[in-house]
T-cell receptor
Framework: GAGVSQTPSNKVTEKGKYVELRCDPI?????LYWYRQSLGQGPEFLIY????????DSGLPNDRFFAVRPEGSVSTLKIQRTERGDSAVYLC???????????????FGDGTRLSIL | QKEVEQDPGPLSVPEGAIVSLNCTYS??????FMWYRQYSRKGPELLMY????GNKEDGRFTAQVDKSSKYISLFIRDSQPSDSATYLC???????????FGQGTELSVKP
């Protein structure tokens, strides 16, 4: 497809379980971003990749959260020992590249709605 | 103080009205300013972005930046029911393209 694809679109799981959320960016986009959006709030930055490496993971809330992008394309956000407070929409975005000024438009997927029971 | 602040609304207007959406920001080093539109259960989509101060117009939409007061605005002329969505202002941090978003303003345009 032409846009950013995220799977699954919805995920319901029990507290304490492990979840993986997948993001397939726009073809050719080297920068990939993960955000989390709680109800009634704007998206909050989690982590971003330039190529295969995590260039900035300062937004990850704690060590239960981890993300990878092994081949510089698809990325997976992993959450261990999920807690009810992790319930949110997890958004992925990609951009063609990144420069220091940060003016490359980011294109978002529709997100994964994660509910922890 | 949050880096970007936005009145969450909700804002309800009749069709055809002029809508004004506003954000303030705290860091005078910000250079780029973006507006995203987010429909229910969808991801944000980039509406407009501007660099530094001044106005930028695109059809019925005008983005305005006043760096002296650290104030950014989005105006929608001749608003339509299809404009009903949440509007998010955002600024990219210079060090890494991560975006800092406002809380979002929920807009409803009534026919």
């Amino acid at each position: 497809g032409a846009g950013v694809s995220q799977t699954p679109s919805n995920k319901v799981t029990e507290k304490g379980k492990y979840v993986e959320l997948r993001c397939d960016p726009i073809s050719g986009h080297t920068a990939l971003y993960w955000y989390r959006q709680s109800l009634g709030q704007g998206p909050e930055f989690l982590i971003y990749f330039q190529g295969t490496g995590a260039a900035d993971d300062s937004g990850l809330p704690n060590d239960r959260f981890f993300a990878v992008r092994p081949e510089g394309s698809v990325s997976t956000l992993k959450i261990q020992r999920t807690e009810r407070g992790d319930s949110a929409v997890y958004l992925c975005a990609s951009s063609l590249t990144w420069d220091r000024v940060g003016n490359q438009p980011q294109h978002f997927g529709d997100g994964t709605r994660l509910s922890i029971l | 103080q949050k880096e970007v602040e936005q009145d969450p609304g909700p804002l309800s207007v009749p069709e055809g009205a002029i809508v004004s959406l506003n954000c303030t920001y705290s860091n005078s080093a910000f250079q780029y300013f973006m507006w995203y539109r987010q429909y229910s259960r969808k991801g944000p989509e980039l509406l407009m972005y501007t660099y530094s101060s001044g106005n930028k117009e695109d059809g019925r939409f005008t983005a305005q930046v006043d760096k002296s007061s650290k104030y950014i605005s989005l105006f929608i002329r001749d608003s339509q029911p299809s404009d009903s969505a949440t509007y998010l202002c955002a600024v990219p941090l210079n060090q890494g393209g991560k975006l800092i978003f406002g809380q979002g303003t929920e807009l409803s345009v009534k026919p």
